[in-house]
Structures are given as C-alpha cells and as structure tokens.
C-alpha cells in the first residue's frame, strides 16, 4: 500500500480511536464506496495514439454529493488518489459543506501535452467518467496539474453529453465560464487566512512573521500572496527549480511575475537561489509545505525551523514527523483546514452555478474569509479543550463526527 494511504489509514485509526467512535466505522471509512478506473486513448499531435490510466474514486456520499479535485501528475496512483477521496471527505464535513469526499486523476505529465492534447485528453476523460458524475452527483475542480481552463473544457464537454449546459457539474471554472474570480486564489487565500489565525493565537501575531513557502503553484502563489498582504515577510518560495532566498523578504509580486513569464521561480531577479527543497529548512517563523505529500518526514523534519507549519498541500507532512513536531512545541495546521478554502469557494461557486447568478468578488472573498475565522476558531478551541492531541486530531474528529452523524441517520450503521 502506498505510505500516503498508509498514513491517510493511520490518521483515521487513530482520531476513532480517540474520538471513540465505534471501530465498526473505522473499516466503513477506509474504503471507498466506488473506485472508477478508466482508460483514455488520445490521438496525439504527431497522429500516435495514447492511451492514458485515469481514476475518479468515490469516497463517502453521507453527507451529500462526492466532491474533490482532478490530478494530472506522471507519478500518481490509485492508491494515492484514494487518500486524497478521503481526506476530501473529511475535508468538506470539517468545513460544514454538504458534500462527500471524491477525487480523480489522470497519470500523465500535463507539461509534456501540447494545448490541443492537453484538450483532448480532458474532453476524454469526462466522456469516461461521464456516467459517475453531475451537479448531484460529484462535482470535480482542479488539482495539481489541472487549472481552470481544462475546468472550461470539461464543463463544455460534459454540457455537449446532457445535451444542456450545467454550469454546476465543475467548479473553479473560469470566471468567464461561469466561475468566480475569487477561485483562483481561494485555496491560498484560505491558507493564509489559516496561518494568519493560528499566529495570532500562537505566536501573537502574524505581522512581520518570515513564511517559507514550498511549491509555488496555484497553492503556493496565492498563501505567499495573500501572507504578503497580510503583513508577514515572505523569505523563501521554492518549485522544482529551486528556492529562492531573502531573509529581508521577497517581493512576492515580482516572483509571481517571473513564475509566470518563464515558468521557473529561480528566474526572480533578485535573493539567493538554492534548491528545491531549501524553503523547507530555512530560518523561518511559518512553514506553509504547498506542493506534495510526504515532503515533511522522518529523515527531514530535524532541518525544519519553523515555529508553526499550516499545511497548503494534501498529506506533506507524515504521521511520524508531525509527532516530532509537536514533540518539539511545533504547532501543525492540518490540510483539511488549511487548505480548506479551496473546496469552500467551490462550494460558493456551485450555489451561484445552481441559480444562474454571479456574485460580486468582494463580497464573495468576505464570506470565504468569514467562513475560514470560523471553522478555524471552531477547531482550536476544541484543540485547547483537549479533544485531540494535535490540531489535526481535533479536526479529524470533529470531521468525523459530522459523517457519522449522516451515516446514522440515513440508517447505514
Ligand atoms: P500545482 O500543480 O498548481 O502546483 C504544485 C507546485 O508544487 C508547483 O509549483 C511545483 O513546481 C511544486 N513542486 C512539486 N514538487 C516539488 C518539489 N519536490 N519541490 C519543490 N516544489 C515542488 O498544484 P496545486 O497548487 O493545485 O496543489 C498543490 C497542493 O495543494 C497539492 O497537495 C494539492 O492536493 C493541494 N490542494 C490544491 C487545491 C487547489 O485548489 N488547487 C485545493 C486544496 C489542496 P513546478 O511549478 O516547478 O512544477
């Protein structure tokens, strides 16, 4: 079994346990309700066929429609995408949301897919899905590797198949195609949001703090953003390029711009540039991992300085490290809360979709903002009244309840 699940396993022992919840629904939720394995054959740009592996797994419907993202990564598994359906489950109960937990991916590396390609392949997946998904039914968004415009033409294609357009089938579309212009950035913004919160209770504030941010894409970009304007000192950003370095703080805006000009964020003018992993040991007061999972363990987390880690990606820290952690006073946001604002803006974007409207950006960010103080303040306070060793225990556990809740009450234990 891959460590991801593995871990992903042992965090959901572990909360039943100290929840104490029935063990009974230990083995109810470490499997998923339905796994869809597909195969996509694309007619490449030099006439070959490919045919690519893709998955959608279906984690848990107690609580309503399946919802997770889509993954386009060469070294992706099934197994891993079944622990990301079910940290989505978690995820959106912790978050009050009525939805389950779902997740899809497609093993292949989108930078080696010309435009049309990368078309093709997204039109394809969604005529393999096709039968598993809908506005009711699971509602799937971008993930590492996907970004709003293959968001547009899956809604476009899935709309051609029903023979009517449904706006609500995708979210983080883009705004033109019925998206809002907050999704682009909720995931970070709901980070930082997060980061901002526990300093404030942790280390007496945000401002001035120095983040490191590991993983610079639509995770990343945003948190090192929006800390920025927040008033905390971005000194290290890393991608696969590199890291780069300035301990008097970057200029967020200029990386953002080298990003996206040259794709590399090395190619920032200025600081020092060092490799990838560097962003996760320097001297910083925040780590925010925002890449991939695993990236926080064992045989690393003694190089981690930061006082406060608030996790961007799904799972970058083991259950193993994060003890370490703690056991070293190091406070550990955990993903479904942190990155949380993602699937909440989703969430906002979907009950536009269902009733054709189209809200204001501010007044949308206000209430992702609202919705983000909320659940993180829910959560650390029952962190500090003891349920749950660590934040993400408590997190798990109060997630965990929800579920249980719905599952009883539809009569299925
Ligand atoms: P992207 O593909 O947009 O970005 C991933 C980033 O991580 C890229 O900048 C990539 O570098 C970088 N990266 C990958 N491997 C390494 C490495 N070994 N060292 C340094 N940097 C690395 O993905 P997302 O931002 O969408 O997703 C990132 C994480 O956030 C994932 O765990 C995802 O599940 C999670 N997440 C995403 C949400 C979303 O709305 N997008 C919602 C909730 C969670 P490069 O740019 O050079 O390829």
Do not use: C
């Not at 598993?132 to 590492?144: L, N, R, T």
């Not at 970004?147 to 294609?157: G, K, L, S, Y």
């Not at 590199?242 to 953002?256: I, K, S």
């Amino acid at each position: 079994m891959s460590i991801f699940l593995q871990n992903v396993h042992k965090i959901l022992r572990r909360s039943i346990e100290l929840g104490n919840f029935p063990e009974e629904l230990y083995y109810f939720l470490a499997k998923p309700q339905r796994i869809v394995v597909v195969q996509i054959p694309v007619r490449m740009d030099d006439g070959r066929m490919a045919v690519f592996e893709g998955y959608r797994v279906q984690h848990n419907n107690a609580l309503g429609p399946y919802k997770g993202g889509i993954r386009f990564h060469p070294e992706v598994t099934l197994e891993d995408d079944i622990a990301l359906a079910m940290l989505m489950t978690f995820k959106n109960s912790l978050h009050g949301l009525p939805y389950g937990g779902g997740k899809g991916a497609v093993r292949v590396d989108p930078k080696r897919l010309s435009e049309r390609e990368l078309e093709r392949l997204s039109r394809g997946y969604v005529r393999a899905i096709r039968g598993v998904i809908g506005e009711y039914e699971d509602i799937p968004a971008p993930d590492i590797g996907t970004n709003p415009q293959i968001m547009a033409w899956m809604v476009d294609e899935y709309s051609v198949l029903r023979g009517r357009n449904v706006p609500a089938a995708f979210t983080a579309k883009p705004p033109e195609l019925w998206g809002n212009p907050v999704r682009e950035y909720a995931t970070g913004f709901g980070v930082a949001v997060a980061a901002r919160e526990a300093a404030k209770r942790e280390l007496g504030g945000f401002e001035g703090l120095r983040v490191a941010v590991h993983g610079f894409g639509n995770t990343g970009q945003w948190a090192a953003y929006w800390s920025a304007r927040f008033g905390a000192r971005v000194v290290a950003i890393s991608d696969t390029s590199g890291t780069v370095y300035d301990p008097n703080g970057l200029d967020v805006e200029l990386a953002l711009k080298a990003k996206r000009e040259t794709g590399k964020v090395v190619n920032y003018p200025k600081g020092e540039k060092l490799g990838p992993d560097a962003s996760l040991y320097v001297d910083a007061d925040v780590l925010m991992p925002s890449a991939m999972e695993n990236t926080i363990r064992l045989d690393n987390v003694a190089k981690v300085k930061a006082r406060l880690v608030v996790e961007g990606a799904n799972g970058p820290t083991t259950p193993d490290a994060e003890a370490v952690l703690y056991g070293r006073g190091v406070t550990v946001v955990p993903d479904i809360l942190a990155n949380g604002g993602g699937v909440v803006m989703s969430y906002l974007e979907w009950l536009q979709n269902l009733q054709w409207q189209a809200w204001k950006e501010g007044e949308t960010r206000d209430r992702l903002e609202g919705q983000m103080v909320d659940t993180f303040a829910r959560v650390y306070s029952a962190y500090r009244e003891g349920r749950g060793v660590t934040m993400r225990d408590t997190a798990f556990i109060l997630a965990i309840d929800r579920v249980y809740s719905a599952i009883r009450a539809r009569g299925w234990m």
